[in-house]
């Protein structure tokens, strides 16, 4: 009994340690996974039940069924074949996506995955007159955009791979998506557009947040639909903002600090708007990386 309450505690700080988007999006995967492995084979009219789900919730990439019924772009990646499909799509997820979602923040990193898993449907779209229309599901698109995100952010991290020596990030990722590029049309049942479209995305996301695009502004107005009182707050800011300097860098996607990190923070800012990035000591570029890697 010991050893079993031990092991589940284990997992569960494990879990919770999880980014908080990352975390969540595993765990909404499995348990639909679960709900199908327990209850799909329920007949309902001759028909599986999840077939039905496969039916309503699967991206058709037919233009007349996207239009009119959108919201299969965001359904279908969360919906898997077998249990591997799943696993596969859960682990490169956790092995990348932390570190995205720790450097760029839990919204950015949101905007990132959805943008990739929609702009990979969007493009199977594009080219579905010359590769067929047949029905996609998985994370596969979104998580293929989180990894050209890490590969961007952090191009020579080792990656390690079973029976093979440490490879730099950027050749991984890039090797991934040259066998996608190889196999498109091979008929084994891969949505290779769908991992090509979500890749290009991820990488046009990454590379728009690096060039100072807020990416966080899209998932706040969402965030108010649930919490109105954020609404507030934040005409209030916008009241009380100071002309922006070009010098400075915009931390946007970050959560509350105490009242000494937001005072070593004001510091920091102030002396980038004097003497730009470049004046700042190590110590106080450490500073800020830890304090805008909050969330």
């Known amino acids: 009994m010991y050893q079993q309450d031990s092991f589940w505690n284990s997992f569960k700080r494990g879990f919770l340690r999880m980014p908080a988007v990352i975390r969540t999006l595993i765990a909404i995967n499995v348990i639909i996974f679960v709900f199908q492995a327990f209850f799909g084979g329920i007949q309902i009219s001759g028909q599986s039940l999840n077939r039905y789900i496969v039916d309503w919730l699967g991206f058709n990439p037919n233009l007349g069924t996207a239009i009119t019924q959108p919201w299969r772009f965001v359904t279908y990646m969360f919906l898997h074949g077998g249990g591997f499909h799943l696993l596969f799509n859960m682990l490169w997820l956790w092995?990348?996506?932390?570190?995205?979602?720790?450097?760029?923040?839990?919204?950015?990193?949101?905007?990132?995955?959805?943008?990739?898993?929609?702009?990979?449907?969007?493009?199977?779209?594009?080219?579905?007159?010359?590769?067929?229309?047949?029905?996609?599901?998985?994370?596969?698109?979104?998580?293929?955009?989180?990894?050209?995100?890490?590969?961007?952010?952090?191009?020579?991290?080792?990656?390690?791979?079973?029976?093979?020596?440490?490879?730099?990030?950027?050749?991984?990722?890039?090797?991934?998506?040259?066998?996608?590029?190889?196999?498109?049309?091979?008929?084994?049942?891969?949505?290779?557009?769908?991992?090509?479209?979500?890749?290009?995305?991820?990488?046009?996301?990454?590379?728009?947040?690096?060039?100072?695009?807020?990416?966080s502004k899209f998932v706040r107005p969402i965030e108010r639909i649930w919490n109105p009182e954020l609404a507030s707050s934040s005409s209030k800011k916008k009241k009380s903002k100071r002309k922006k300097n070009k010098n400075m860098y915009s931390v946007s996607d970050v959560e509350i600090l105490d009242e000494e990190e937001v005072s070593d923070l004001d510091d920091i800012l102030e002396k980038i708007s004097k003497h730009g990035y470049d004046g700042l000591t190590t110590e106080e570029k450490k500073r800020l990386f830890d304090l805008s890697k909050r969330n």
């Open 95 to 215: 092995w990348m996506g932390r570190a995205v979602e720790e450097g760029l923040g839990p919204r950015t990193f949101a905007v990132i995955f959805f943008g990739a898993g929609i702009g990979g449907a969007v493009f199977h779209i594009a080219l579905s007159f010359l590769y067929g229309t047949s029905m996609v599901i998985g994370a596969s698109g979104a998580v293929f955009g989180v990894m050209v995100a890490f590969a961007y952010m952090y191009p020579t991290m080792p990656i390690m791979l079973f029976l093979l020596p440490p490879i730099q990030a950027r050749y991984v990722v890039a090797g991934l998506i040259v066998f996608d590029v190889l196999f498109i049309g091979a008929g084994d049942n891969v949505a290779r557009l769908v991992h090509l479209g979500g890749a290009g995305i991820g990488y046009l996301l990454v590379r728009a947040h690096y060039n100072g695009t807020d990416l």
